[in-house]
């Protein structure tokens, strides 16, 4: 099991950039596959990126180019560095560690807020 811990969500205006941090404890994030994930009002939460053990990276198609996630095993943290934002971009944005990079199961943070203003 493993807790994980959200932080560095804000206002920020468009074009802005944040950086959030997704702080693990009780194991390993070497041990999961460590996502992001956003809900934004009115919507479905939605998977942004993925770094796997191996260290290999996957984006969704809104976020290519402008997110990049990160991580730290020294740390035990995931990070996502977002800039240009949008306002599109606002959401909670939730950390999720994955069994698999299907995310079919796994533990989740709590959620940062990330509002972004045009």
């Known amino acids: 099991q493993v807790q994980l811990v959200e932080s560095g969500g804000g206002s920020v205006q468009a074009g802005g950039s944040l950086r959030l941090s997704c702080a693990a404890s009780?194991?390993?994030?070497?041990?999961?596959?460590m996502g992001w994930f956003r809900q934004g009002p009115g919507k479905s939460r939605e998977w942004v990126a993925h770094?796997?053990?191996?260290?290999?990276?996957t984006y969704a198609d809104s976020v290519k180019g402008r997110f990049t996630i990160s991580q730290d095993n020294a740390k035990n943290t995931v990070y996502l560095q977002m800039n240009s934002l949008k306002s599109e971009d606002t959401a909670m944005y939730y950390c999720?560690?994955?069994?698999?990079?299907?995310?079919?199961?796994?533990?989740w943070g709590q959620g940062t807020q990330v509002t972004v203003s045009s």
């Open positions: 999720k560690a994955g069994g698999t990079c299907t995310f079919r199961w796994g533990y």
């Open positions: 009780g194991n390993s994030i070497s041990r999961y596959c």
């Open positions: 770094v796997d053990s191996a260290g290999s990276t």
